[in-house]
């Protein structure tokens, strides 16, 4: 009997595809507590959306501090959206916060143009804000 080297049992097709089963069968890589989980732009979007609905909902019955929290949320998961920051603005107008309501819109503000009814909204809240803390 003939053993046959070990060349000839391993052919490079047959290697790659081993190579190509092992390798989709590997250990998953455990990330440490810095590394975070990549969030996709539609799924972010939606929530942030989603809590900003609830938010305006909360403010339309006078719930400031549930549109805060709602508000807050938005805000780490899209923390430059200039929408949340003005909400949150209107949330601490309605809370009598103008301190507060002054510096969520120029955050807001800064975050760029959204339309023009809405830098006016936020043009309007700012200025009855400066009346109220200046007197």
């Known amino acids: 009997m003939h ?5 000839s049992l391993f052919k490079p097709g047959l290697c790659f595809f081993l190579i190509f089963i092992l390798s989709s069968c590997g250990i998953p890589v455990k990330k440490n507590r810095y590394q975070q989980e990549p ?4 799924t972010s979007i939606g929530a942030v959306t989603e809590l900003q609905q609830k938010a305006v909902q909360a403010l339309k019955v006078h719930k400031a501090q549930l549109s805060i929290d709602y508000l807050e949320r938005a805000i780490k998961i899209e923390p430059r959206n200039a929408m949340s920051w003005h909400y949150l603005a209107q949330s601490y107008y309605l809370q009598n916060n103008f301190n507060k309501c002054l510096a969520m819109l120029d955050r807001s503000m800064s975050y760029g143009h959204i339309s023009d009814s809405f830098n006016e909204a936020s043009k309007e809240l700012k200025h ?7 007197g």
């Open 3 to 7: 053993l046959k080297s070990s060349q």
């Open 39 to 42: 969030i996709e732009a539609k």
């Open 128 to 134: 009855k804000c400066q009346v109220e803390v200046n």
